[in-house]
T-cell receptor
Framework: GDSVTQTEGPVTLSEGTSLTVNCSYE??????LFWYVQYPGEGPQLLFK?????EKGSSRGFEATYNKEATSFHLQKASVQESDSAVYYC?????????????FGAGTQLIVIP | DAGVTQTPRHEVAEKGQTIILKCEPV?????LFWYRQTKIQGLELLSY????????DGGAFKDRFKAEMLNSSFSTLKIQPTEPKDSAVYLC????????????FGEGTRLSVL
């Protein structure tokens, strides 16, 4: 079945340093890939999505490239801020399947120290 | 635009009680998901509806969890009877049909079972 594996957290960084959260996926289909972010007391919210291989998604300084050959979708940010502290989820959704549910990774908690 | 609305935001139940959680999806969305979120297990799919038809349910949750879509604008999740291990955040999400659509999440219901 489909699965998503991402960097185990928590990840603790100082403000101004760079971030990489690794995400790898397994599927027999051709998925759309997503990054969601969740703040305390809220539901996950979409950070961005990328439907096509070799394309990049970005939002709020975060970016990730859909690498179909490596089955990866790593999240990066050049300089994190304290307000980026949250849990980040990588997810996939199969476009060709009749069952179109989201498959989530386990989530990576990011803690940014001022 | 109205997002996904979940009620109540918090629920406290005694062991053995029946509780019903409610979700109003975004108007026009045909796909609806119920997830359970815990720190240990992360996001687990409970049920997935497409155009009010049940497409998938989480096998481990079948015996005491029942989700229904009474109409296209309202869904309920019944837990009967509740157990302390059911303490978690229950999230509802909706989207347009299509594997490249990003489900939009509600803020969740935090359930505590004593």
């Amino acid at each position: 079945g489909d699965s998503v594996t991402q960097t185990e957290g928590p990840v603790t960084l100082s403000e101004g340093t760079s971030l990489t959260v690794n995400c790898s996926y397994e599927t027999k289909q051709y998925p759309t890939l997503f990054w969601y972010v969740q703040y305390p007391g809220e539901g996950p919210q979409l950070l961005f999505k990328v439907p096509k291989a070799n394309e990049k998604g970005s939002s709020r300084g975060f970016e990730a490239t859909y690498n179909k050959e490596a089955t990866s979708f790593h999240l990066q940010k050049a300089s994190v801020q304290e307000s980026d502290s949250a849990v980040y989820y990588c997810a996939l959704r199969d476009r060709g399947s009749a069952l179109g549910r989201l498959h989530f990774g386990a989530g990576t908690q990011l803690i940014v120290i001022p | 635009d109205a997002g996904v609305t979940q009620t109540p935001r918090h629920e406290v139940a005694e062991k053995g009680q029946t509780i019903i959680l409610k979700c109003e999806p975004v108007s026009g969305h045909n796909d609806l998901f119920w997830y359970r979120q815990t720190k240990i297990q992360g996001l687990e799919l409970l049920s997935y509806f497409r155009s009010k038809s049940l497409m998938e349910d989480g096998g481990a949750f079948k015996d005491r969890f029942k989700a229904e879509m009474l109409n296209s604008s309202f869904s309920t999740l019944k837990i009967q009877p509740t157990e302390p291990k059911d303490s978690a955040v229950y999230l509802c999400a909706s989207s347009s049909t299509g594997g490249n659509q990003a489900p939009l999440f509600g803020e969740g219901t935090r359930l505590s079972v004593l």
